[in-house]
C-alpha cells in the first residue's frame, strides 16, 4: 500500500487572521473559514489535553497544495528557537513557484515579511529568495526564467492547452 497524496502541512501560528492575511496576500485562497475544534478525539491524536485550537486551511491556486493554520488557545504554544536558521533540523521553509519575485516581496513587505539573505539568481533558471514571515516562518520564493527539461509533464499539458 502506498500513500495517496501529500494533503497538507500544518503551521502552528500566534496570530491567525494576520497569518491568513499574509498567505492570501502571497496568492493563496481561503478555503472555507476559520474553524474550532476541541474535544477527547483531538486530545488523543496529537498528544496533548484540553486541546482547544482554531484551524483555517490555505490552498494553492491550483488546488494541489494546502496549509493548516493553527491557532493554539489550550494549551498554549511553545515557541521554538527564534528565527533559526535555513539549516536547522525539521521543516524549515515551505516552497512557492512565482510569477515575478520582486512584486511578490514588495507584497510581503508590507504584511512584516523579512528577507531571509537576497533575491539571488541560479543560473539563467531561477531568481530565488527565502522570506521570514508570520511566526518565523520561512516561505522561499522562485520565479523561473525559462523552462528546462526538469518541468512536469503536467506543466507542458496546462501549457500547451492555455497556448490553444
Request: aromatic share 6%.
Amino acid at each position: 500500500m502506498t500513500i495517496r497524496r501529500m494533503d497538507h502541512v500544518g503551521v502552528v501560528v500566534d496570530d491567525l487572521e494576520a497569518a491568513i492575511s499574509f498567505f492570501v496576500e502571497l496568492g493563496m485562497e481561503l478555503d472555507g473559514g476559520a474553524t474550532p475544534v476541541e474535544g477527547e478525539w483531538v486530545d488523543r491524536v496529537v498528544g496533548l489535553t484540553d486541546v482547544r485550537v482554531e484551524i483555517a486551511f490555505v490552498r494553492t491556486p491550483d488546488g494541489h497544495g494546502r496549509l493548516e493554520l493553527t491557532k493554539f488557545h489550550n494549551p498554549t504554544a511553545i515557541a521554538a528557537e527564534p528565527n533559526p536558521p535555513a539549516n536547522t533540523f525539521g521543516l524549515r521553509r515551505l516552497m512557492f513557484a512565482v510569477d515575478d519575485i520582486d512584486d511578490v516581496v514588495t507584497r510581503m513587505r508590507a504584511h512584516g515579511a523579512e528577507l531571509v539573505g537576497e533575491v539571488a539568481q541560479y543560473e539563467d533558471i531561477y531568481r530565488l529568495a527565502y522570506l521570514r514571515g508570520p511566526d518565523g516562518i520561512i516561505v522561499a520564493l522562485a520565479e523561473e526564467l525559462r523552462r528546462t527539461e526538469l518541468d512536469s509533464p503536467r506543466d507542458r499539458r496546462i501549457d500547451e492547452d492555455s497556448d490553444e
